[in-house]
C-alpha cells in the first residue's frame, strides 16, 4: 500500500518559472514531512522539512506548503535554474515510537528538468 | 565533517550468490538506515538500526538482513541473491534527534 503519492511524475519548465511537486499522504501518525533532491549517481539529498503545526516554510528559493485537513502537502521551487534539474522525491517520517516508526516513506519521485 | 559513507560503489555478483554492503555513517549518529531504490519500486525501506539493535524492519523477505556494530558503522547482507535484488542500495544517518538524515551515495548491485 502506497502510503505517499507524489504528482506529477515529470515536469519541464523554463528557467525561471516555478515548478510544484505535490503529495498525499494516508497514515495520520506522520508528523515529519521532508523533501529530498537527488542528481543522478547521487543519494537522496535533504532539501528542506516541514512538521504539520506549520502551513508553510521557507528556505531559500524552496518553499513547503502544509495541508494538514486534506492531508496533502507541496514544494514551490521560486525561480528555478538549470541546477535544479533532478529528481524529487517528498516523504513522511513517524518521529515517536510505534508501527511503522523510524522509517522515511517516500513517493515515486519527480524529474523535474529545467530548460534555460 | 565526513558524510555517509558506502563501500564498495559498484557490485556485480552472480545469481545464488551472497554480498555484505558496509556503511559508515556521520560521526556521532547513532541511528543508521538502509533503503533499496529501484525504477519501479522507488526507495523502499529495508530496516533501521540504533545502538546495534534493530528498531524496525521493512517488508523484504528473510535473505535481507543488517546488522550494527558498537562503533555505529552498519552492514546489510543479501543471501541467494535473485536477478530482482539488483539495486541502487542506500544507507543513511540520523543523530536521531535531528531527523534530518544523511544519505550516502549508495551501492550499485547487479545481479547477473
Known amino acids: 500500500q502506497q502510503q505517499v503519492k507524489q504528482s506529477p511524475q515529470s515536469l519541464i519548465v523554463q528557467k525561471g518559472g516555478i515548478p510544484i511537486i505535490n503529495c498525499a499522504y494516508e497514515n495520520t501518525a506522520f508528523d515529519y514531512f521532508p523533501w529530498y533532491q537527488q542528481f543522478p549517481g547521487k543519494g537522496p539529498a535533504l532539501l528542506i522539512a516541514?512538521?504539520?503545526?506549520?502551513s508553510e516554510k521557507k528556505e531559500g528559493r524552496f518553499t513547503i506548503s502544509f495541508n494538514k485537513s486534506a492531508k496533502q502537502f507541496s514544494l514551490h521551487i521560486m525561480d528555478s535554474q538549470p541546477g535544479d534539474s533532478a529528481t524529487y522525491f517528498c516523504a513522511a517520517y513517524r518521529t515517536y515510537s510505534g508501527a511503522g516508526s523510524y522509517q522515511l516513506t517516500f513517493g515515486k519521485g519527480t524529474k523535474l528538468s529545467v530548460i534555460p | 565533517k565526513a558524510g555517509v559513507t558506502q563501500t564498495p560503489r559498484y557490485l556485480i555478483k552472480t545469481r545464488g550468490q551472497q554480498v555484505t554492503l558496509s556503511c559508515s555513517p556521520i560521526s556521532g549518529h547513532r541511528s543508521v538506515s538502509w533503503y533499496q531504490q529501484t525504477p519501479g519500486q522507488g526507495l523502499q525501506f529495508l530496516f533501521e538500526?540504533?545502538?546495534?539493535?534493530?528498531?524496525n524492519k521493512g517488508n523484504f523477505p528473510g535473505r535481507f538482513s543488517g546488522r550494527q556494530f558498537s562503533n555505529s558503522r552498519s552492514e546489510m547482507n543479501v543471501s541467494t541473491l535473485e536477478l530482482g535484488d539488483s539495486a541502487l542500495y542506500l544507507c543513511a544517518s540520523n543523530w536521531d534527534q535531528n531527523y534530518g538524515y544523511t544519505f550516502g551515495s549508495g551501492t550499485r548491485l547487479t545481479v547477473v
Open positions: 538500526y540504533f545502538s546495534e539493535t534493530q528498531r
Open positions: 516541514i512538521r504539520p503545526d506549520v
